[in-house]
């Protein structure tokens, strides 16, 4: 295989430093409204921050990520398959040309990369060592597209589930502060109530945008690397055969190897766009249905009117005993709020315990009401020939209902007859005394 030129050195040298420029470019701390690649990318991607009604750029779905994360598999599986295989290569050229091993791990490495070993492959085997698919550099980029998209999803998820929690726990700290506002709506206004700072729309970092222009600049380089790879070797076919029709004189081998060739790069652009938009995924902020952007908007204002009166003189002593009485002041109207709530839930835990004495009173009816019903069945069953009557205790009215008769409109619905003979035992039951009962 040949080797790289001065000419050829010299172009991919200036590829590397250019590379080396976008993605410094990229973490400038200048305003985005500069053009930069990074500027490019956001007009690409980023909604129009201008615009009131803002649309967020969407994280892909479930499967495209499932898709994503089985393409990357795939991908490592076959880069390190040809690494494998170029490592065993190199090592049969050096023993056929005597070359001992054992020296620095520079010339190791230099050997391993630049070797003129031979994996079979012949698709771009005619091209430099350093860009042909018969080399070690061409999968040693892919394992590094792989590397990348990894710490891509890596990076994106833990972005989304660090907002989720912030959401979560923004949510539970604005909870009591609502019934707050609801009873004191200038609390804000008057600094009696504090809020606690919004959840912003997540964004993706400049380590994000980094990875996204290193994804990038990769995709394109294997895609530069392959298409001159095939397309080398189509000239060299028909400069080789050029009695014959194009392409008559490729074999299966070199059929499969294109194919191989072309699905790895599909496959890895695919997966590095899915990869590049979950990067570039906007999540929504704190929800305007919590909290009323209007209270919101007091805070900020209370917040800066207090920053903008602040004197550029050091604070005395007397602006501070003036902060703390309005510190004071706070508290005991939080304090006083708190007392009322807990008399209304006082209120409340009586009201349910009378309405667990109630039910207790109907556990107690319903037991009662079993056992007799119990008796009724077992006479019933004991007394032979003759058979006592439900109708009898429903019409005259016995120790079942506890003396009182029912309508006989009801004698034919068992749940009615139920209900009354509740009715009647808690009825009879209400001058008496509670018993305690057995409710297991």
């Known amino acids: 295989m040949k080797q790289f030129g001065s000419v050829e050195q010299l172009v991919f040298g200036l590829f590397i430093l250019y590379l080396i420029y976008i993605f410094w470019s990229g973490s400038s701390k200048k305003p985005r409204k500069r053009t930069t690649t990074t500027t490019v990318i956001h007009r690409r991607y980023y909604s ?16 495209s990520l499932f898709i994503a994360s089985i393409s990357i598999f795939i991908l490592v599986i076959i880069t390190i398959t040809c690494l494998s295989q170029w490592a065993d290569a190199v090592q049969v050229y050096e023993r056929q040309r005597g070359i001992e091993r054992g020296g620095s791990w520079d010339t190791e490495i230099a050997n391993f990369i630049f070797s003129d070993a031979d994996m079979g492959i012949t698709v771009g085997d005619n091209i430099p060592t350093v860009i042909s698919p018969n080399g070690s550099v061409f999968w040693i ?7 990348l998209m990894i710490a891509g999803i890596r990076f994106a998820s833990n972005r989304r589930s660090t907002h989720k929690k912030n959401l ?24 009696r109530i504090r809020l606690p700072e919004a959840v912003p729309i997540s964004k993706p970092s400049k380590t994000d945008e980094r990875i996204i222009i290193l994804i990038y600049a990769i995709s394109a380089l294997i895609l530069i690397w392959t298409f001159i790879s095939i397309g080398s070797y189509f000239n ?17 081998r070199e059929d499969f190897q294109a194919f191989i060739l072309i699905s790895i790069l599909l496959l890895n652009t695919i997966t590095g766009n ?25 805070a900020e204002d209370v917040e800066e ?63 009662e009401i079993t056992k007799n019903m119990e008796k009724i069945v077992e006479e019933n069953k004991s ?25 006989k409109q009801i004698i034919n619905d068992p749940e009615a007859i139920a209900r009354a003979a509740i009715e009647a035992y808690r009825e009879g039951r209400k001058d008496s005394g509670k018993i305690d009962l057995d409710f297991d």
């Open 48 to 63: 129009n921050d201008s615009s009131e009604q803002r649309l967020l750029n969407k994280p892909p779905g479930a499967l």
């Open 141 to 147: 980029t892919y394992m590094l597209s792989c590397i």
């Open 168 to 191: 979560l726990n923004s949510e539970k700290k604005l909870r009591p502060i609502l019934r707050r506002l609801a009873m004191d709506p200038n609390g804000v206004i008057k600094g």
């Open 236 to 252: 060299e076919l028909a400069t080789e055969a050029p009695t014959k029709k194009w392409g008559e004189n490729m074999g299966p």
């Open 274 to 298: 899915i990869v590049v938009k979950y990067l570039f995924a906007e999540y929504e902020g704190e929800d305007d249905s919590i909290l009323p952007p209007s209270v919101r908007k007091q």
């Open 305 to 367: 009117k207090r920053v903008n009166k602040l004197s550029t003189e050091p604070a005395s002593a007397d602006d501070v005993l003036k902060a703390l009485a309005k510190e004071m002041e706070a508290a005991k109207a939080e304090a006083a709020f708190l007392r009322q709530e807990l008399d209304e839930t006082r209120d409340k835990v009586k009201g349910l315990e009378i309405e667990l004495d109630e039910k207790k009173v109907e556990l107690e009816s319903i037991q």
């Open 383 to 407: 007394s032979g020939d003759k058979e006592l009557s439900l109708q009898d205790s429903v019409m005259v009215g016995d120790n079942l209902f506890n003396g009182d008769k029912i309508d």
